[in-house]
């Protein structure tokens, strides 16, 4: 059997789960809402990383993965300069 002080503890444990605010949805889904979001007319058109980086107030190399897993294309778009621009396209049909 417990003692009183392990048992008071474990019911402050208890009280702390119970008021803690419900989980933030996971980064997947959070990217899901805010592209289905989107009005439709600009869906379909390149994305900047860090438009995305942004919308969602998180960093390229967690979005890079869910974007993949998602049929998302990274492209580049190159200058005269020899400098390039990346951007991400999404899928043909992409669901919301």
């Known amino acids: 059997m417990p003692s009183a002080y392990v048992a008071t503890l474990n019911k402050e444990i208890e009280a702390q789960h119970a008021a803690s605010p419900p989980a933030k ?17 600009s869906r379909h058109r390149p994305f900047a990383m860090a438009e995305m980086e942004q919308a969602l107030n998180t960093q390229g190399k967690y979005l890079s993965p869910i974007l993949l897993a998602r ?4 492209r580049r778009r190159w200058s005269s300069r020899g400098q390039y621009h990346r ?7 992409e669901e919301s």
């Open 87 to 93: 951007y991400w396209m999404p899928p043909a049909k």
């Open 25 to 41: 949805p996971d980064l997947r889904q959070r990217f899901m809402d805010w592209y289905g979001g989107l009005p439709e007319v």
């Open 71 to 74: 049929g998302w294309v990274r």
